[in-house]
């Protein structure tokens, strides 16, 4: 047996808001973060919104020699970390260092200071490249500017697997407290490439929903008119504790970390297997990994993107793991109000996941209009949900066939 492990603070910046009082607020009155795109000129791109993080002031939570030196995907991580880490009460020093770490995920890193650097190399030559470019930009900066502010000595990893990577940094978290190699890890991930490459990128891939006149009305996970996903940006951040150190400080627990899947789907580049196998594996292996049967759990945040394949490859995979429970879970992807945070799709989800939990209140699937045939679960439409939920499970599936899934539970001593 290993060591239990619990959530005691939260922490996150999205496009509903920053702080997880408003993030609460906004997801179970079932708004949209999602509007024109205003960072760039995206006019002549086929997609042109997307979930930006509107309401964010870098300086709050940075002073202004370090928001000049890192890209804005560090910012948000850091601002969710100082969040989560006043949120838990957890104090690091000289006896505890080495047994708190870091590990968080990102899909892409700094692509904002990447672009802006190779516009400045083209048009005034190398030699007015920053000395902070690299270490501004590379994914690892946001555990590692994290781990410096704190002072957290323990393991400090940095995850890249695409859509799951905040998904699997927790997984991997809860496994480091759980094996008892540390006593508590902060942990999430960071995503900030609303940027004219990415977005291109994106489009050139036709993954991305062009509702451009209807931007509120544009993620619709499950839904049969659904015709890609919008692209956002944030960071979520969790402060992960072994159970006894925890409730020895008295700290507030949120919920108890108690499974973790992960697997491959070896299939395609960017397609999830039609049948789902990964995610059957992944939620299976996370479902095991937690000691419970599949009618234990109560809901899960989907991974929903709102495109074709991917929601209805997730519900049949729903739909193999859990039989007949399948048609009584609550089922609901966040996604329809904050866009697709991509590499931090996993942090923030996981968040409001805990916080289903802590509140026990499902939040809702929104722009659920027209039921899709192949999407015929409960997706908890438009409306959140009061409800007890015993345990729950967040799903995060990525490029590559890369998956992974989390089950939390209600914390009982």
């Known amino acids: 047996m290993g060591r239990r492990v619990v959530v005691t603070g939260l922490g996150m910046v999205t496009p509903l808001g920053t702080g997880i009082e408003k993030n609460w607020e906004m997801v179970c009155a079932g708004k949209s973060g999602i509007g024109p795109i205003t960072k760039f000129d995206a006019s002549q791109f086929p997609a042109q919104i997307a979930g930006e993080v509107l309401d964010f002031k870098s300086e709050?939570?940075?002073?202004?020699?370090?928001?000049?030196?890192?890209?804005?995907?560090?910012?948000?991580?850091?601002?969710?970390?100082?969040?989560a880490m006043e949120d838990s009460g957890l104090k690091i020093d000289s006896k505890n260092q080495n047994r708190v770490g870091c590990i968080t995920g990102s899909g892409l890193g700094g692509l904002a200071m990447l672009e802006h650097y190779h516009k400045i190399l083209l048009e005034k030559g190398p030699r007015r490249i920053s000395p902070f470019f690299i270490p501004g930009m590379i994914a690892n900066m946001a555990p590692g500017q994290i781990a410096i502010e704190y002072g957290a000595k323990g393991p400090n990893i940095s995850i890249e697997t695409a859509c799951a990577a905040s998904c699997h940094a927790i997984g991997e978290s809860f496994r480091q407290i759980h094996a008892g190699t540390v006593d508590a890890m902060i942990t999430g991930g960071s995503e900030a490439v609303i940027t004219p490459l990415a977005l291109g990128g994106f489009c050139s891939m036709r993954a991305l929903s062009t509702r451009n006149d209807e931007p509120e009305r544009a993620s619709r996970p499950f839904d049969l008119d659904r015709d890609g996903?919008?692209?956002g940006e944030g960071a979520g951040i969790l402060i992960l504790?072994?159970?006894?150190?925890?409730?020895?400080?008295?700290?507030?627990?949120?919920?108890?970390?108690?499974?973790?899947?992960?697997?491959g789907d070896a299939y395609h580049v960017s397609a999830p297997e039609p049948e789902g196998e990964g995610a059957i594996s992944c939620m299976s292996m996370a479902i095991s990994d937690a000691g419970l049967q599949p009618e234990d759990i109560d809901y899960i945040n989907a991974h929903g993107t709102s495109t074709k394949l991917n929601d209805e490859s997730e519900n049949k995979a729903v739909k193999a793991v859990f039989g007949e429970h399948a048609y009584k879970l609550a089922i609901s992807s966040t996604k329809s109000m904050t866009g697709h945070l991509l590499g931090g799709a996993g942090g923030i989800e996981a968040v409001y996941t805990v916080l289903t939990?802590?509140?026990?209140?499902?939040?809702?699937?929104?722009?659920?209009?027209?039921?899709?045939p192949l999407c015929d679960l409960d997706y908890v439409p438009n409306k959140?949900?009061?409800?007890?939920?015993?345990?729950?499970?967040?799903?995060?599936?990525?490029?590559?066939?890369?998956?992974?899934?989390?089950?939390f539970k209600a914390f009982e001593p």
């Open 60 to 83: 709050d939570f940075m002073d202004k020699q370090q928001l000049r030196r890192f890209d804005i995907f560090v910012h948000y991580a850091v601002a969710s970390a100082r969040m």
């Open 229 to 231: 996903f919008v692209m």
């Open 241 to 263: 504790e072994e159970m006894n150190q925890a409730l020895e400080r008295g700290a507030q627990i949120y919920a108890e970390v108690v499974g973790y899947g992960l697997s």
């Open 357 to 372: 939990l802590h509140h026990g209140m499902v939040p809702p699937t929104i722009n659920y209009e027209t039921p899709d």
């Open 384 to 407: 959140p949900r009061k409800t007890k939920v015993r345990a729950a499970m967040s799903n995060s599936f990525g490029f590559g066939g890369t998956n992974a899934s989390l089950v």
